[in-house]
């Protein structure tokens, strides 16, 4: 059953007005704490599901009047519209846990948005949003990767100490800018994740590929051995003389001697009709079947699909932002401490 809601969706509304144009008194403060509180329910269902698919979501810092009015202003939205006002926030390592997470939460929960900002950002900002319906209340589920987080934290920094409007690709160029690329740098490393997970499927595949082949070969060469040897042990069994009157007797050994025959013309033997060209016939294709055989055996670990190692890649990528975003972190902590020290 629908939780109830304290306020009716008109009266939800008419707070939103007051709050958009920054007309709200004590009372309305305490009517969007009511309502605030009445996602209690919704929230804490959400989050068992979430810890039962072996997650431990963090709560978000809760929304301010201020962040409300200003995002009831910016989006021209109403307040019963908002999807975020009760939501939990999990940090994945990667962009691959990111996608396994965001599936098995749409398969938890039947009623569900899924708003992808990973693509095509929200002014750099980059994450996946999932919005599920619990007990008739939305609850905003954000999913970012380390590297998203590290990005999202510094941007909210940044908006506190320099300008609010910085989130919304506002306030001072050089630090939109800034913002931007470390983002786009953020973006680049993540989309050589998904290349490299593709790349090492596709060699994994490959390689299993490749030793089926081999072993095909080696078996056939094998088996082309074994045969060859047999007509050696019959032909040195049998006289000269008797090998005329065989042919002649045995429709499968005249066979047999016709197909040796062809393998002579093919080894520039003219016609092999006595036993020694025959016999020379069989150990020139037994030498070229072991020589085969050697040939794609020593060539078998050069002909492997080229192998990247990708996971050193991948941390030295990984390694190389989150320095550039801890730079860009103690400017800020610098620009902070200065601040508290000299209040003027």
């Known amino acids: 059953m629908p939780a109830k809601k304290s306020l009716s969706k008109t009266q939800i509304d008419k707070l939103g007005e007051r709050l958009k144009i920054d007309g709200h008194s004590e009372d309305d403060l305490r009517l969007l704490e009511g309502y605030r509180s009445s996602f209690a329910a919704a929230y804490e269902s ?19 009047t201020q962040s409300i009015s ?20 999990i940090i994945v390592p990667d962009i691959a846990a990111q996608n396994r ?20 950002s929200s002014h750099g900002y980059r994450a996946v949003h999932l919005v599920v319906q619990v007990l008739g209340f939305p609850v905003e589920i954000q999913i970012r990767t380390a590297l998203q987080q590290s990005w999202a934290e510094l941007c909210e920094k940044a908006a506190d100490l320099i300008d609010p409007e910085i989130k919304y690709g ?17 973006f680049g490393h993540e989309k050589r994740e998904i290349v490299f997970a593709e790349h090492d499927v596709n060699v994994s595949a490959a390689n299993v590929a490749l030793k089926h082949a081999m072993h095909t070969l080696f078996e056939a060469h094998r088996v082309c051995l074994e045969l060859l040897d047999g ?20 429709g499968t050994f005249r066979s047999l001697v016709e197909e040796i025959v062809e393998l002579g013309s093919q080894n520039e033997l003219q016609s092999p009709r006595s036993l020694d060209q025959i ?24 002909s492997k699909p080229m192998l990247i190692n990708t996971s050193a890649i991948l941390e030295s990528s990984r390694i190389k932002i ?19 020290e000299d209040p003027q």
Request: hydrophobic letters at 40%; glycine letters at 6%.
């Open 170 to 186: 506002g306030g001072p160029a050089d630090w939109i800018k800034i913002l931007e690329v470390c983002s786009n740098e953020i």
């Open 279 to 302: 016999l020379e016939c069989l150990r020139r294709s037994r030498e070229e079947l072991i020589a085969d055989f050697e040939s794609a055996r020593a060539s078998s670990g050069a």
């Open 46 to 64: 959400a989050l068992k599901t979430i810890r039962g698919l072996g997650e431990f979501p963090t709560g978000r810092v809760a929304k301010t």
């Open 70 to 89: 200003a995002k009831l202003r910016r989006e021209s939205l109403r307040l019963s519209q908002m999807q975020d006002i009760a939501g939990c926030r």
């Open 322 to 340: 989150f320095e550039q975003l801890s730079r860009i972190a103690d400017v800020l902590n610098s620009l902070e401490k200065g601040r508290t």
């Open 231 to 250: 007509c050696d042990d019959l032909f040195d069994s049998i006289e000269s003389d008797e090998f005329s009157a065989l042919i002649q007797s045995d």
């Open 101 to 120: 997470l965001a599936a098995a939460l749409k398969s938890n929960f039947a009623l569900h948005t899924l708003f992808d900002r990973r693509e095509k």
